[in-house]
Each structure stands twice: as C-alpha cells, then as structure tokens.
C-alpha cells in the first residue's frame, strides 16, 4: 500500500504512533528513492523528539532487515555468538574475543565497522596487519570460519541498505542520538548478519556514545528486548567508558595489546572484560561442551585461533606492526593518585594524532595513538611519564595535547571515583 510521505511525518509529528504498514512503506520508498532526504529528515528528527513504542521500533528494525540481504549459517555445525560493542577507547575486545569464543566450541561471524571520530573501528585496527583483507564475499566467510572459527569482516552492501543510507542522513541532521533510531540501526545489521546468539557491550561515560548510566541502561533494554523479538538470544552489559580500556590506543597499538592478551598477558581490565564477554557468548550459544575461557588463553588456544584468522584473511601473523615515526611524552605535573584519565580526551587526542578519520574517505595511520603509562587508581610521580603519544609527523602533537588540556587530575588524598567495569547485565 502506498502512503503520503507527509502524512506519516505530521502523526509522528504530532506524537501519534505509525502503524507497521507506514513504516514498511516509508522505508522502502526511502531505500528506493521516492521519499526524499528532505521528508525522511524531518521524519527522522520528529522520532528523536517524540520516540516511538516497543512495537514500532520492532517494525522499523524488520523493516530495515528487509531492505537486503539475511545472511544464513545454518550449514555450520557448531552455535554461533557474535558480540557486538557500541565503542568506546581502546575497545579492541573484538580482537581477542572473537578467536577466544571460537577456542572454546562456537562459531563467531563478525561483521565489523571502521571508526569515525574518537572512537576507534575494529577493521581500521586489524588493517594494520600486513595483507591482512576486511571484503570479503560471503563464500570466502564461510571459508575462514570453517577453518579458524571465527571471521571479523566488512558488511558487504548487501545488509541493511535501508540503515546506510539512513545513518548517512542522520549524521548530517543532528538525529544520530536517539535511543530507537541508534537500537534498530545496530540490531538491524546484527540480526541480517544471521548470528544465533549476541552479547552487547553497551558503554557508558565520557567516551562512549552514551554518558550516563541510565541511557545506556535504556540503550541496552531496547536493543535486548529488538534482538529477543527477532528470535536471537540476546543479553548486555553494560560496561565502563568513563577511562579508556587497557593501556593501548590506536590501531596497530591495540592489535599488539590484543595479541598480548592472547598470548596470557595483557593489561587486567581487558583481560577481565574478555573473559566475561566469552562467558556470555558461550551461555547464550548453548554450547555444548565449551571450553573455559581462561583455559583457552593459557594453553595457548585462543593464540592458535587468532593465527588461523588472520593467516585466512591474507595476514601475516608474524610481521613487524607499523610504528610511527615521532613520540612525545606527557609526564605527571604532580605526585599523588591519578584520580581521573578521561576517555573521551584520550580517545580525541588519538584521533588528533592520525588514529582516526574526520570524513569517512579519509585514511587512518596504523601506527598513530597513545599509551598509557598509568590508570586512574595508580601511584605517579611527578616529572614520571603519563603517557607516550604516537604520530607519524610532529606537527600533530600540539592538536593533540590540546586535546588532552584537564584530561587528568592527580589528587593527594583520594582514590579514584570510577564506574566498576562490568555495571549491569540486562536480559530480556
Ligand atoms: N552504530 C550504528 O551502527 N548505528 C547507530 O545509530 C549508532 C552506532
């Protein structure tokens, strides 16, 4: 059935509730050209304002499933998980996680993005592995995930037309920050990826897309009730933004400390946040006979899954990562307890010195970021280094150490004010 367009704007502009049939219509048409940028626009900012109900942005979500392709694992004889997280700095879980997951007995489909702005994207960072491929077709999937148990790829233009071209608008109308708009774009591409099951890292704090608890929480309840609807078992957490994750910030620096983490090191927050991760993932697969995670990473498992991915991808596993040329560092101006490193600074200086891109055509610099000689919580003294920034010119050094003005406060008497890494578990 055909609809007007400005007819479904004006009841969503005026708190009314679209019906499914609207909603199939007006995002197909979107999809096919005939509603304008200009009508989905106002559309899009009417939804921010006035929200829309559980059934409405289940509706909005199939609908934007419908505009391609659903991709069918069915072949594979083992559960699938898959994890998806909404970003944050120094988020490099994927890396370690997926191989883990895929040691202890599920198969991992991973359909990944690239960053844009201070937050890093997971394809940018194993790119900085030499030969390492991000497209591949959906056969060449099947293929690596048979052999390593895991692929981390490119979602090919085939998923979710509707949610690209709709996360394009949106980003250039001030209507990104809307809990069902962000809900159904994510939940749209995970439940096209076809995955059984999904664990969603839901951050919160200053370099997370959510600040606050509660909106996470919000966040978190909406997309585990879209997933639960659609048939996937889904669970979140929601986990710490308010400092950045581990030591490491940047692309080739996160994939070295993701192998760190591999190979039974690696900084205690990223190892915690990994491993809990690979629990919820191997609960909600059901899978029968899983492996401990720990274990996995101990005997060297875990290690032996991440080589066969990245070999299977076309990546050398053993090649040197990229360095950048210049450093400079940042030492404590006082001694006492770090009490704050805030993410969100961390994650825009890193960006400031070539880690991320402005514009999505943009190239990132593999060997570009910051790492991190303290956490908040820490011992530091003054004149001793803070952190160690990386860039492949020195001319981004002041940029960057702009952005770091107020991003750290040493106190004499206190420990640190933090959000515990895991906060919550949201089911459905
Ligand atoms: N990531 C997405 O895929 N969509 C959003 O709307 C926000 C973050």
Same mark, same amino acid.
């Given at each position: 059935m055909g609809f007007d367009a400005i007819e479904v704007i004006v009841a969503k502009r005026d708190r009314g509730e679209l019906s499914a049939a609207q909603i199939d219509w007006v995002i197909d048409a979107y999809t096919r050209g005939e509603v304008a940028d200009e009508q989905m626009s106002a559309l899009l900012m009417a939804i921010l304002l006035n929200g829309m109900n559980r059934r409405e942005i289940a509706d909005w979500t199939q609908a934007m499933i419908r505009s391609g392709e659903r991709m069918d694992? @069915?072949?594979?004889d083992r559960p699938t998980a898959d994890k998806h997280s909404t970003g944050g700095v120094g988020d490099k879980i994927t890396l370690p996680l997926a191989p883990l997951v895929a040691a202890c007995g599920a198969y991992v489909p991973q359909l990944s993005g690239r960053g844009l702005g201070h937050t890093g994207g997971t394809l940018d960072k194993l790119e900085s592995i030499p030969g390492w491929r991000a497209s591949l077709s959906n056969d060449e999937m099947l293929a690596v995930i048979r052999s390593a148990g895991a692929v981390v790829c490119a979602a090919g233009a085939g998923l979710a037309p509707a949610d690209k071209k709709l996360y394009a608008l949106r980003d250039v109308t001030g209507?990104?920050? @809307?809990i069902p708009l962000i809900a159904s774009s994510i939940m749209s591409k995970k439940i096209a990826e076809g995955t059984g099951s999904l664990v969603l890292d839901v951050k919160a704090g200053s370099g997370a897309f959510m600040k606050n608890v509660d909106d996470a929480r919000e966040l978190a309840r909406t997309m585990v009730e879209l997933g639960t609807d659609a048939g996937v078992r889904t669970v979140a957490l929601l986990t710490a933004m308010d400092r950045p994750l581990g030591l490491k910030v940047g692309n080739a620096l996160e994939v070295e400390e993701s192998v760190e983490v591999l190979a039974g090191g690696g900084p205690a927050d990223v190892v915690e946040l990994t491993v809990r991760l690979a629990r919820e993932m191997l609960e909600a697969a059901a899978v029968p006979g899983a492996r401990d995670p720990e274990e996995a990473l101990k005997d060297g498992s875990a290690m032996d899954a991440w080589r066969r991915m990245i070999i299977a991808q076309g990546g050398d596993p053993d090649a040197p990562l990229p360095k950048a040329a210049e450093s400079a560092v940042v030492t404590a101006p006082a001694s006492g307890t770090l009490v704050t490193l805030d993410a969100l600074k961390v994650g825009v200086a890193a960006w400031r010195l070539? !880690?991320? *891109? !402005? *514009?999505?055509?943009d190239p990132v610099s593999a060997g570009a970021g910051v790492v991190l000689h303290a956490k908040p919580g820490d011992e530091v003294r003054a004149g001793a280094p803070l952190m160690t920034l990386y860039a492949d010119e020195a001319g981004r050094f002041d940029r960057a150490l702009q952005g770091l003005d107020g991003a750290y406060e040493i106190g004499v008497d206190g420990g640190a004010d933090l959000l515990p890494l895991v906060i919550d578990r949201v089911t459905a």
């Amino acid at each position: 059935m055909g609809f007007d367009a400005i007819e479904v704007i004006v009841a969503k502009r005026d708190r009314g509730e679209l019906s499914a049939a609207q909603i199939d219509w007006v995002i197909d048409a979107y999809t096919r050209g005939e509603v304008a940028d200009e009508q989905m626009s106002a559309l899009l900012m009417a939804i921010l304002l006035n929200g829309m109900n559980r059934r409405e942005i289940a509706d909005w979500t199939q609908a934007m499933i419908r505009s391609g392709e659903r991709m069918d694992w @069915s072949a594979l004889d083992r559960p699938t998980a898959d994890k998806h997280s909404t970003g944050g700095v120094g988020d490099k879980i994927t890396l370690p996680l997926a191989p883990l997951v895929a040691a202890c007995g599920a198969y991992v489909p991973q359909l990944s993005g690239r960053g844009l702005g201070h937050t890093g994207g997971t394809l940018d960072k194993l790119e900085s592995i030499p030969g390492w491929r991000a497209s591949l077709s959906n056969d060449e999937m099947l293929a690596v995930i048979r052999s390593a148990g895991a692929v981390v790829c490119a979602a090919g233009a085939g998923l979710a037309p509707a949610d690209k071209k709709l996360y394009a608008l949106r980003d250039v109308t001030g209507t990104v920050e @809307s809990i069902p708009l962000i809900a159904s774009s994510i939940m749209s591409k995970k439940i096209a990826e076809g995955t059984g099951s999904l664990v969603l890292d839901v951050k919160a704090g200053s370099g997370a897309f959510m600040k606050n608890v509660d909106d996470a929480r919000e966040l978190a309840r909406t997309m585990v009730e879209l997933g639960t609807d659609a048939g996937v078992r889904t669970v979140a957490l929601l986990t710490a933004m308010d400092r950045p994750l581990g030591l490491k910030v940047g692309n080739a620096l996160e994939v070295e400390e993701s192998v760190e983490v591999l190979a039974g090191g690696g900084p205690a927050d990223v190892v915690e946040l990994t491993v809990r991760l690979a629990r919820e993932m191997l609960e909600a697969a059901a899978v029968p006979g899983a492996r401990d995670p720990e274990e996995a990473l101990k005997d060297g498992s875990a290690m032996d899954a991440w080589r066969r991915m990245i070999i299977a991808q076309g990546g050398d596993p053993d090649a040197p990562l990229p360095k950048a040329a210049e450093s400079a560092v940042v030492t404590a101006p006082a001694s006492g307890t770090l009490v704050t490193l805030d993410a969100l600074k961390v994650g825009v200086a890193a960006w400031r010195l070539g !880690a991320g *891109r !402005a *514009r999505k055509e943009d190239p990132v610099s593999a060997g570009a970021g910051v790492v991190l000689h303290a956490k908040p919580g820490d011992e530091v003294r003054a004149g001793a280094p803070l952190m160690t920034l990386y860039a492949d010119e020195a001319g981004r050094f002041d940029r960057a150490l702009q952005g770091l003005d107020g991003a750290y406060e040493i106190g004499v008497d206190g420990g640190a004010d933090l959000l515990p890494l895991v906060i919550d578990r949201v089911t459905a």
